[in-house]
């Protein structure tokens, strides 16, 4: 399906977080269970004093209960249940406090990266000129800042295992830094509603050692040279966010499925062409040229974003979708 | 003339216990529901405030093309107006239905001289293109000025709904006047919609210099 | 005034349509809200299910992506604005005010149906939206994405705009009729608590909606001019808007909780025989959270780029709303102790609320933490723990008013077995679709999502499956109440035993309520001092 998952997986893990990966975890996957199992037992109180309650007051015969006037004020316990609550609460605030601190000033070594967030993708620029596609690589044990903005509509960066999340603002700038503490390759969602592709606004940050990191940011991001061009648009598919608005299946989206793409003949307001190599490219670095009929001109440009390398596998893998 | 016709006597609702019972419920009514427009234009003031701390230059510019000349007439027609509406209640109090109804007159001749002169000002803005965002084409040095247009009819334009509802309100009065229900004993909503009217002029007073004179 | 004829009341006092249509009693008023409001959640319930039901898998079942967005944003728009914000105050707020305090109406009888007239007026609204392009925004209309979208967003708008005036009307309306209506002898600290809570929230009402209003208007200029104010290409500032929302919206959950732990003061001293614990604990705790609630409204936006102080502060405030709550369910299971309780239908929903909505509070002290919130924010786990509190809070304690007071409005019992079936398979239902969520939050599930990680697929199947329980038990309750209507048993004066000075008056109440002006010698709660016949 779609959302074949190639990040680590959420769900399986010890506990109710996700895997921590980033040095925020231990003192937010505390507080959260501080505040957890003291809830639980709080709540147990409750439950058993209730039912405790209930059942040696329930109204029955033989039972009346004591006569006299009702108890409506006890300053102790009242003091009980009002005064250790608050000082429960400011601590708990004050836990909550000094890690947000930690997280809101990065160190002043911090690796720069900037974020661009756009419907439905997110682009990531290195420091020399390196651009990715939803793919956005860091090593790991060194601070990252991530300095952020949208070009559209409000959106939000989010990356669970590194318990990190900054709205991404148009006109402005945001940011997040985060250091991570394990390799491997995590899930990026956008947690800010912007529209039809906003559940496909996915993204993967791929943790790599620092040795592995310099020589991929060396090779400016082309680690996919091995790859035959089908198999190589196939992953392209997913990482440069493709995926957001064509299916591969034959269900029409925001964009029209590549199943059977290719050799058909498109009509669009100016005349009809028919789907080949050319068309293709011209759709990825101009679609808004030949906009087919029943669709919305909401495609961004690819151009500069996919190499010739990459749009000759994109335009291979649509060829082996029958 | 209605003058010489008694005034008709006023019931008291079935729910209330006496006249002075209704009329204390009125007015707490009619100051909560002020204090809900106090903060329905807040908001706005808010809007206002923020803008300023913005982009204070855009204010300083668009001082120069409003007429503060008009504003102050404006102010002047809506004080006047206040004290030819408390007048009217005080006729109303003293029996002089004739009278009520001449204050009440006057008041909303005011009301309209008001839009007069904000229709004028606002026709000089569309036609130098003073407009929103999507409609501005006047030429000015801040980069930001139609914000301050956007925000300047907005508020403006509500206000004057305002003004428009208190004409409305005030030509029931005079219906009710002609037919004798307001006297010594009764004249609760003359005094509702005088509480309102005040707060009219209150929020005037308070765009004038916001948006006219200070620059 | 007219003597008490035996049979009439204010149902069969004047009949046809048109009587009820300009009628000015607020019973008849207040009926006529629970109708409407009861349709509202029946077509929230509906765009739930729909939307839920897309949620089975990851994949496309029944509609595409931006039909799915139109869903969750109809959901929130009629669950807020249709529901949730008038139902206690306008049905039973309505209804029970003037009898709670001895009086024949509120203040401003005529007013009271202009609000329900301006509330149908702004549901239309909503609904031409609905048919019209449905906004997709989500019911919080972000800007930039509710500025230049093409659906119908400023139908949605003004809709909400009008309801907010029918809620500040009512609030006023109910402001005035307190400070005023009461009946001799009735002073302050002898009135019942939801009077008490119908007050706190009407303050809300009052102060907080017309800054809705007014942004909602801006929302609306802004998309027909582009004033630019919120437009970032223009020079304005989207978090703008989010604070003038959030303005409203957060002293709005409070105008939702308010009356609801109004109602549960009312079931556990009835049901229970007891004076309440700590009466002007809790009296002065509805003022206390309605004054804390318009500062803490910033904790909505911990990471929408506000500056770091402005987070500490609201999170520091947070904490503080939240100690007044806990205060009330101590003093709700201490007014338990030496009792002598009774499991009817109406105390089942009591204990609904007591542990739905505790369960709701400990993850708002979650959510209430600066470094926990920016994991969870945005995540499912917002919307499990404000279902828990809205749901599990204020309607289960809806529910519980309205098996208290029906045989009261119509005279009428209900089936009390069918009763706590229905309250089994909503108990069971509403669990199953929320605390699941609770769980897919903390793993990182963002909410406002047409697909999902197919990891993520089991336990959304499980959530969507427990909205089909849900269902079961609203059906199996709206059956039981419609055959109660038709059928049921005619119940007394006072059923339940109860000492609320609503509960001296005719089941139906006569129109003018009371035969004779009452003279109020004891509390609502004086179940030590006063014995009853």
């Known amino acids: 399906m779609q959302n074949k998952t190639i990040t680590e997986s959420l769900i399986a893990s010890n506990g109710w977080m996700p895997k921590a990966a980033s040095t925020f975890a231990p003192n937010i996957d505390g507080l959260f269970n501080f505040i957890l199992y003291g809830s639980i037992l709080l709540f147990v109180g409750i439950l058993i004093v209730t039912a405790l309650f209930i059942i040696k007051y329930r109204k029955r015969p033989g039972y009346s209960p004591p006569s006299g006037p009702h108890i409506t004020h006890n300053t102790f316990l009242e003091l009980a249940w009002t005064v250790p609550p608050l000082i429960l609460t400011i601590f708990i605030f004050y836990w909550g406090f000094t890690g947000f601190l930690d997280m809101a000033v990065a160190p002043k070594n911090s690796l720069d990266i900037s974020v661009t967030g756009k419907k439905w993708m997110w682009q990531f620029e290195y420091k020399n000129g390196t651009k990715t596609l939803g793919e956005i690589v860091v090593p790991v044990n060194t601070p990252v800042s991530l300095i952020m903005s949208s070009e559209d509509v409000i959106h939000s960066f989010y990356v669970p295992n590194f318990r990190i999340k900054r709205d991404v603002i148009p006109n402005r700038y945001t940011k997040q830094w985060f250091e991570a503490t394990r390799t491997g390759t995590f899930q990026i969602f956008c947690t800010e509603y912007c529209g039809d592709g906003h559940s496909q606004m996915l993204g993967v940050i791929r943790v790599v050692s620092a040795d592995d990191y310099e020589k991929w940011l060396a090779n400016a991001g082309s680690a996919d040279d091995g790859l035959p061009p089908e198999k190589l648009g196939e992953k392209l598919y997913t990482s440069k966010g493709c995926v957001a608005c064509h299916s591969v299946d034959g269900t029409n989206k925001i964009g029209p499925t ?17 789907a080949d190599e050319n068309y293709i490219k011209e759709s990825i670095e101009n679609p808004t040229a030949k906009v087919v009929t029943g669709y919305q001109p909401v495609m961004p440009s690819f151009k500069g974003l996919l190499n010739d390398k990459e749009i000759a596998g994109v335009i291979a893998y649509i060829k082996t979708l029958k | 003339m209605k003058i010489t016709e008694p005034h008709k006597e006023h019931i008291v609702a079935h729910h209330f216990a006496n006249s002075k019972h209704e009329f204390d419920s009125a007015r707490l009514g009619m100051w909560i529901f002020l204090v809900t427009e106090v903060l329905f234009f807040g908001a706005l003031f808010v809007a206002y405030a923020f803008l300023r701390w913005s982009y204070p230059e855009i204010f300083v510019e668009a001082h120069h093309i409003l007429s503060w000349k008009m504003g102050a007439l404006n102010t002047a027609i809506l004080i006047f107006s206040s004290f030819t509406m408390v007048m009217a209640i005080r006729s109303a109090q003293l029996n002089q239905r004739l009278k009520t109804s001449l204050y009440l007159i006057t008041t909303m001749i005011c009301a309209f001289g008001f839009l007069v002169v904000k229709f004028f000002e606002y026709s000089a803005k569309i036609h130098h293109g003073y407009l929103p965002a999507k409609y501005f084409v006047a030429h000015g040095a801040s980069e930001y000025l139609h914000l301050f247009f956007g925000l300047y009819f907005t508020m403006t ?25 307001f006297y010594s004993n009764y004249y609760t909503p003359l005094e509702m919609v005088g509480l309102y009217w005040h707060f009219v002029d209150l929020v005037w007073i308070f765009l004038f210099p916001l948006f006219y004179l200070v620059g | 005034m007219s003597e008490s004829v035996p049979g009439t009341n204010y149902i069969n006092a004047v009949s046809g349509i048109k009587s009820w249509l300009t009628t000015l009693d607020h019973k008849r008023i207040g009926i006529m809200y629970l109708l409407f409001i009861a349709i509202s959640f029946g077509l929230g319930g509906f765009f739930a299910l729909a939307l ?12 595409s992506a931006k039909q799915y967005n139109q869903l969750f944003t109809l959901h929130g728009a009629v669950m807020v604005f249709l529901f949730i914000v008038p139902s206690i105050p306008a049905s039973l707020g ?7 305090l001895g009086a024949k109406d509120v203040a401003f009888p005529r007013l009271n149906l202009a609000s329900l007239y301006l509330y149908v007026f702004g549901a239309a609204f909503c609904v031409y939206s609905m048919v019209s392009g449905a906004a997709d925004t989500g019911w919080t209309f972000y800007t930039p994405y509710s500025s230049t979208t093409d659906t119908s967003v400023i139908s949605m708008t003004l809709g909400a705009f009008i309801l907010g005036f029918s809620s500040i009307f009512t609030g006023i309306n109910f402001i005035v009729t307190v400070h005023k209506m009461r009946a001799p002898g009735m002073s302050w600290f002898k009135l019942p608590l939801f009077t008490w809570s119908l007050y706190a929230t009407a303050i809300i009402q009052v102060l907080a909606t017309p800054v809705l209003g007014i942004t909602l208007l801006l929302l609306v200029v802004e998309r027909l001019v582009g004033i630019g104010i919120f437009d970032p290409a223009l020079g304005g500032d989207p978090v703008l808007f989010q604070h003038f929302f959030w303005f409203y919206s957060h002293p709005a959950v409070y105008i939702m909780i308010l009356p609801a732990m109004g109602v549960m003061s009312e079931l556990v001293t009835t049901f229970s025989k007891k004076n309440i614990f700590g009466y002007k604990m809790v009296a ?66 009591f204990i609904a609320f007591l ?24 995540t499912y786990f917002v919307v499990a723990h404000f279902h828990y509190v809205m749901m599990g809070g204020t309607v289960m304690a809806f529910l519980g008013g309205i098996h208290y007071w029906w045989p009261k409005m119509f005279g009428k019992m209900y089936s009390e077995k069918a009763a706590v079936v229905a309250w089994f398979f909503i108990m069971a239902g509403f669990n199953m679709v929320f605390f699941t969520q609770f769980i897919l939050g903390t793993k990182g599930m963002p909410r406002r999502y047409y697909s999902y990680l197919d990891q993520f697929q089991p336990l959304h199947a499980f959530s969507t499956v427990g909205t089909w329980v849900l269902t079961v038990g609203f059906l199996i309750m709206a059956f039981y109440l419609v055959e109660s209507l038709l059928n049921g048993e005619p119940a007394g004066d006072n059923p339940w035993g109860s000492l609320g000075l609503e509960w001296t008056t005719q089941s139906p109440p006569i129109t003018e309520n009371f035969a004779d002006t009452p003279h109020i010698i004891h509390g609502p709660y004086d179940y030590d001092k006063v014995k009853l016949s």
């Open chain 3, 52 to 63: 839920r039901l897309e949620l089975l898998n990851p994949g496309q079942l029944i509609v």
């Open chain 2, 157 to 181: 334009g509500l206000h004057g709904i305002h003004v428009l509802v208190g004409i409305g309100l005030i030509i029931w009065l005079l219906l009710r006047n002609r037919k004798g229900h």
């Open chain 3, 284 to 349: 002065f705790s509805s003022i206390a959270i309605a004054v804390i609630s318009f500062l803490v409204w910033g904790h909505h936006l911990y990471v929408s780029g506000q500056s770091d102080y402005a987070d500490m502060i609201f999170s520091f405030l947070t904490y503080l709303v939240a100690i007044p709550s806990a205060v009330k369910v101590f003093n709700w299971i201490a007014t338990l102790y030496n009792g002598e309780i009774e499991l009817k239908a109406p105390f089942l929903y």
């Open chain 3, 355 to 378: 542990f739905l909505f505790t369960i709701g509070g400990f993850t708002g002290i979650m959510l209430a933490s600066l470094s926990l919130d920016v994991h969870l924010h945005d």
């Open chain 1, 258 to 274: 590549w199943k059977g793409l290719f050799g058909k003949t498109r009509a669009y307001a100016g005349g009809s062409t028919v």
């Open chain 3, 94 to 100: 309505n209804f029970l005010l003037p009898i709670q």
